[in-house]
């Protein structure tokens, strides 16, 4: 198609409209730097303003939810 549209274009002598590519997105990087600072600390936050009876419940609820992918899945 791309070949039949070039030899379209040499014979009438005019060029089609092409896509535009869109613009890479651009980031931040003040934002950037401000994430990156909240997300290495985040976790172990958490996990110790949480107590061992918490943790447990959440790892619970995530194995409940992984195995239902499995079971389902199948």
Do not use: C, H, Y
Request: no cysteine; hydrophobic share 45%.
């Amino acid at each position: 198609m791309l070949f039949a549209k070039a030899v379209m274009e040499n014979i009438i002598g005019e060029k089609w409209d092409r896509p535009k590519a869109e613009p890479e997105r651009v980031k931040n990087p003040a934002a950037v730097a401000l994430s990156a600072l909240g997300a290495s600390k985040g976790g172990k936050a958490r996990a110790e303003s949480l107590t061992a009876k918490q943790r447990s419940k959440i790892a619970q609820k995530a194995a409940k939810a992984r195995w239902k992918k499995r079971t389902e899945a199948a």
